[in-house]
């Protein structure tokens, strides 16, 4: 992977951000009374708003469940995605038609993360799965021909494109970073939003934002935590730290399954949730110190939850094509593909990606470009080796950062 190593120069370049205790205690919190569950009131009526961040991710699903159909067409797919012009469209709940939410403004969209070229590769998906996906439904799929791939036993069926990508995974795992991901940790609850304009004068004097019951910042960093627990109910969000629910097919479910018993990090569910709850907290009591110090903890948590994917997906892959399980191969990296092209939004906490896009895109673009002739290799040679493969270099994009993956 000689191309490849010019680029690890970068890993190593990224400053950590410790969150220690002592950078605890220098923090005073006197006086601060913390709620047990993300539950805040004025004047008895709750403050906390995140309807938008809903809407959001009831249309990803309509949009993944558009992704896996043959009826599909590009302009109904670019509908649901990037709208009509006027507002979203597209949808068969027409709730969800005819609002400012559009799943594609909030595609690698944040000021710290965001790149236009990288939403371009959202829309080539959609083209890609329309006009050759779609067409070739039940084609057998080849090098260099779409078509469907069924398991050994006939029990599942994945739909590829001539690259032997599968589209909707590439997509909807590339979302949870460049989508969910980004907008949480590089955008709202970061003070490029948090303290635009007038808002720590508002936050600190309690000046309400329109008619709304909750100041700007208060509402920003509801609807970061809206990108994550918006599709939780009343009933889940009260012990969401404990066991949050994994609704949707975003970040909640893969933070699920890094929490859940057995799961690769076990209780990361409830460090993310009472950051969540300590930094509102913080907000009320305009301690914008201890606010940020918990949006760090939050960034690093759930930027690790992309890195342990990346990593399960490509183990997968080489598992299932040592296996001769050639589908569940090619469903795996194309999984894989998703959650490392969701690197670049990762936050160490000091608002750096635990590995920059350069890197990411140029291992997507040559060593994962045609999924028939991938060299595993390029996955899995040992860190020792004269040229690493990816995992071992997602690995030290961590360890090079002060985290530790619990997973090889």
């Not at 120069?9 to 950078?23: D, G």
């Not at 469940?65 to 009826?71: G, H, R, T």
């Not at 959202?122 to 779409?146: K, L, Q, R, Y």
């Not at 997602?394 to 090889?408: D, K, R």
């Amino acid at each position: 992977m000689k191309n490849l190593s010019v680029y690890r120069t970068t890993i190593f370049l990224i400053t950590v951000f410790i969150l220690s205790c002592e950078s605890d205690n220098n923090i005073d919190t006197t006086n601060i009374v913390v709620p047990d569950s993300y539950e805040f009131t004025r004047d008895g009526e709750t403050t906390v708003s995140f309807s938008g961040q809903t809407t959001r991710l009831n249309q990803a699903e309509e949009l993944y469940s558009a992704l896996n159909s043959n009826s599909a067409t590009e302009s109904g797919l670019d509908l649901m995605f990037n709208g009509d012009g006027n507002g979203s469209a597209g949808f068969a709940d027409e709730s969800l038609n005819g609002t400012s939410k559009i799943i594609g403004s909030k595609t690698a969209s944040s000021t710290l993360a965001g790149s236009a070229t990288t939403k371009s590769r959202f829309d080539a998906m959609i083209t890609d799965f329309a006009a050759n996906v779609v067409p070739n439904w039940n084609t057998d799929a080849s090098a260099g021909t779409a078509g469907a791939i069924s398991t050994p036993d006939g029990a599942s069926t994945y739909h590829l494109n001539p690259m032997g990508q599968e589209i909707d995974q590439l997509f909807f795992k590339g979302l949870i970073g460049a989508f969910t991901l980004d907008q949480i940790v590089n955008n709202y609850i970061h003070p490029n939003q948090l303290d635009s304009g007038s808002r720590i004068d508002d936050n600190d004097n309690d000046v309400l934002s329109g008619d709304n019951n909750y100041t700007d910042m208060e509402h920003k960093w509801d609807e970061g935590f809206g990108y994550l627990y918006g599709l939780e109910g009343e009933d889940d969000l009260s012990t969401a730290g404990t066991l949050p629910s994994g609704n949707g097919s975003l970040l909640m479910k893969y933070f699920k399954k890094v929490n859940d018993e057995g799961g690769y990090e076990p209780g990361i569910g409830e460090v993310v949730y009472d950051a969540f709850i300590m930094g509102r907290t913080a907000i009320v009591n305009k301690n914008y110190e201890l606010r940020d110090q918990q949006a760090a903890i939050i960034k690093v948590e759930l930027s690790k939850v992309i890195g342990y994917y990346a990593i399960h997906y490509m183990n997968d892959y080489v598992s299932k094509l040592e296996a001769g399980n050639i589908a569940k191969a090619h469903h795996s990296l194309s999984e894989a593909w998703g959650f490392l092209l969701s690197l670049q939004f990762t936050n160490n906490g000091n608002d750096e990606p635990f590995m920059d896009k350069s890197t990411v895109e140029y291992f997507l673009d040559n060593y994962l470009g045609d999924f028939h002739s991938v060299n595993p290799g390029a996955l899995t040679a040992p860190a020792s080796s004269q040229y690493p493969g990816m995992i071992a270099l997602v690995l030290q994009a961590f360890e090079a950062n002060g985290v530790t993956l619990n997973i090889s």
